[in-house]
């Protein structure tokens, strides 16, 4: 669905939405950007402000939606313990309810970093809680020991950690997918994309290691990534090979031809006139997103942006609040969404993201992290969204974790991955691995 049609069908129902209320005011305000009072009130503005207001209404009552189905469940199921295990640089999480379930999660690499958060502002608040009211305590840990004070990757990636074995849990009792605890299956396979980087390398040597990594999966689309981004050095001064952009967009589109789908990712490099400037050759050349064309939390700076092209912007990976995921989506300031469900506090909530951006036309591609068993939280999470963009990041199949699968060979085969259908993640870590984790304590 296009901007012009999303705006025609969000002003057939503006009107019944919005009531005019104080509130609804506020969110008109802060969701046009504008102080009150600083400009005319002239009817235009009072119009522009009323449709960004009740684009907002409308997003806030997408939130209020349940995502767990609980009516799986009869009966409560009281956390008992929620431990975190450690063997190595490895990090599992182990939930237990008081009837005898259990459910483990793989926690992603920084949880070597936040394990202190895991274990004092997250896992006294799930203990004693009905595991069926999942949706309210992802909301209320926020809240819970001033926790929003620690909001992003700190918080998010402990909570993920906690709320993938809580529904792994959930999903060996009641016999469902991860998936079906928490959506309907529209997306039994996941086409994936090979993600790559080595923006610091010369072109050449990215040209080759590029065709590689394409060449070891039977994939039809590659992000790329684009700009000098050294995030992999402590030189200030450092530069990155400039001038290379502009050789290796139109260049990939040569050595990989029309058929392929090209992706665009510029981590934030960018200020809005270079971010235009990229943007226009990543159009010329076919290129069918740009993710992350500047920083972030500029919000202002990527509507600039997305409304000087017409390739649609993606951002996301690095936002920790459904708030700035509204802004930008009641603004058109993106085309598709990008949580990543470890860094962004788990399934659930990345959910939540996707259906406001099916609110109104746009798409979700979450972010997936490297390592530990991200593909698989991410397949599950994919399999869900009605919404969904065309290819799913992946980054290989390469894990420590020793697992077994009786219901997906886990192979991109003609550039998809089944999602396994078995009950919780649908895998069995091997029980020998896990015995070898010991409880961390403070
Ligand atoms: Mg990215």
New binding site residues.
Partial sequence: MNKKTIRREFLSSAGAMFAGGSALTTAAVAASGQTPGTRGAGRADHGRLQEAGARQAKLVEVLRQPVLKKELFRSPVIIQSVELLRWQNSYLCRVRSADGGEGISVAHSGMDRLYPIFLQNLQPFFLGKDARELDLILDKVYVYDFNFRYNGISLGLPLATIEFAILDLLGRMAGRSLGKLIGEIHNPEVAVYV?TEWRERPLEETVERIKKAVGEYDAKAL?I?VGYLMFMTTDMHAKGPVGKTERLIPLLREIFGSDMALYA?A?GYYDVNEAIRVGKLLEENKYAYF??PVMYDDFEAIKQVADALTLPI?NG?QDHSYVNFRWLIANDGIEIV?PDSYYFGGLIRSVKVGRMAAAFGKSIVP?MSGGGLGFLYNSHLVSVLPNAGAHH?FKGLQTDVPFECKTSPLKVVGGKIKVPTGPGLGVDIDPEYIRKHRPVTA
């Fill in positions: 993600a992000k990534k990712d981590n993710e992350e993606a990976e990008q972010h990041e």
